[in-house]
């Protein structure tokens, strides 16, 4: 199983990856790569989520689930089976709740071992910086105007025929 959210950036199974990008980036590889409807997918996330009304998903093998506690996080953590685990990070969960952080990440990076995990943020917080030290990569991905990955990439560059060629690099002299 892979995920690709950009070109060159994928995410395989068997690692627990923390990955901070435009909510874009993350929906298009939900929603965009079919392979995911095969696997069984977890999604969690907490009493807020901006990604959860914007996923097209119909397979039976895509489960939800909304933990408002971090206990309640920390106990799907332990019980999920799945291929793949999704979790929408939700910095509210671990108001009043410090002492269940490094649980909690401990759950995420064994949970790794497995499936793909993946804990999303849109921007770094102190209890999503605490979870992401336990992943094996922390992935950031800056809003760019770039398009998002939509299958095969054309070079950017458009070359006409009859056009001078491109400058080539110059060094300066010694003086």
Do not use: W
């Not at 996330?45 to 901006?50: E, L, P, T, V």
């Not at 992935?139 to 080539?168: F, K």
Request: aromatic share 8%; hydrophobic share 40%; net charge neutral.
């Amino acid at each position: 199983m892979l995920i690709m959210l950009r070109k060159g950036i994928t995410l395989q199974q068997g690692t627990f990856t923390a990955v901070i990008a435009p909510e874009p980036v993350i929906l298009s590889a939900l929603n965009d790569i079919p392979d995911i409807g095969r696997f069984l997918f977890l999604f969690l996330c907490g009493n807020y989520s901006r990604l959860l009304s914007r996923i097209n998903r119909t397979s039976s093998n895509f489960e939800i689930r909304r933990p408002f506690t971090a206990d309640q996080l920390l106990t799907a953590l332990k019980e999920a089976s799945h291929t793949v685990i999704f979790i929408e990070h939700d910095p509210t969960l671990f108001d009043n709740a410090d002492r269940l952080l490094d649980p909690v990440a401990a759950a995420l990076r064994n949970a790794g071992h497995e499936a793909l995990v993946i804990l999303y943020s849109p921007d770094m917080d102190r209890s999503f910086a605490t979870l992401a030290r336990q992943a094996d990569r922390l992935i950031e991905i800056v809003h760019t105007d770039e398009p998002v990955y939509s299958g095969q990439y054309q070079s950017s560059r458009l070359r006409r025929q009859g056009s001078p060629p491109a400058p080539t690099q110059k060094t300066l002299g010694v003086f």
